[in-house]
């Protein structure tokens, strides 16, 4: 794998943990990794809400009230949707901490195929980095990127956090995580219990993983 690193000048998003921008060459051709800027947040906002859309599907097509599922989600204003999430988002990067971050990731073309979220979590002593999402557009799903990106945010984190936390199904099995040194919260702790608070964690338990980072400062 060929790989340029490049110390980023972008000022929109993280303040105190600037990612540097990685170009590198794989099997699915060039693929850029850097922090968003103001132009990614409305192709950011396309893939969450894409990924919203499919789980409202999953979770509601295909049970008792899915004809009345069906006709809500032909209600839904998607125009309001994507506004509110790039408000969002927007709002992540203006926390006062600094420390929120938007990693995407680019193919030869420049078009966004995949992003990951960090910010602080509230409520809770410790300073603990949250890795809300990272999705993939469908085409790279089967690729490594993902776990690519969960490692870079995750590097990003060091120094700036004590712990990470995640719960993202969408790149793979929970073996990856734990490749990168992540274990199950209890269910019954209470930053779980902030967490699927704080996160509307309001579908099918997937696991909050934590890794600790305290000894990396």
């Excluded at 789980?55 to 509110?84: C, T």
């Excluded at 408000?87 to 195929?113: C, F, M, Q, R």
Aim: glycine residues 6%.
């Amino acid at each position: 794998m060929q790989i340029n690193n490049i110390q980023s000048t972008n000022t929109f998003t993280s303040r105190n943990n600037p990612i540097p921008t990685e170009t590198f060459i794989s099997a699915l051709g060039k693929i850029t990794m850097s922090e968003a800027s103001t132009d990614d947040i409305t192709p950011v906002a396309k893939l969450i809400r894409a990924q919203e859309m499919k789980g409202f599907k999953i979770r509601n097509f295909y049970g008792p009230n899915a004809a009345e599922s069906k006709e809500f989600y032909k209600q839904i204003n998607k125009y309001q949707w994507l506004k509110d999430i790039k408000h969002y988002l927007t709002k992540l990067l203006e926390k006062p901490d600094g420390n929120s971050s938007i990693l995407v990731a680019k193919n030869g073309d420049g078009k966004v195929i995949g992003y990951a979220t960090m910010e602080s979590m509230d409520g809770v002593t410790d300073k603990v980095g949250v890795i809300e999402n990272i999705y993939l557009d469908y085409k790279y799903t089967k690729s490594n990127l993902g776990h690519y990106l969960l490692n870079k945010i995750t590097q990003s984190a060091q120094g700036q956090f004590s712990d990470v936390v995640t719960k993202s199904p969408y790149i793979g099995g929970h073996h990856i995580y734990h490749e990168l040194g992540f274990n199950y919260l209890p269910t019954k702790c209470k930053a779980v219990q902030i967490l699927n608070t704080q996160y509307n964690d309001d579908f099918e338990y997937q696991g909050w993983m934590r890794k600790n980072l305290n000894y990396y400062l």
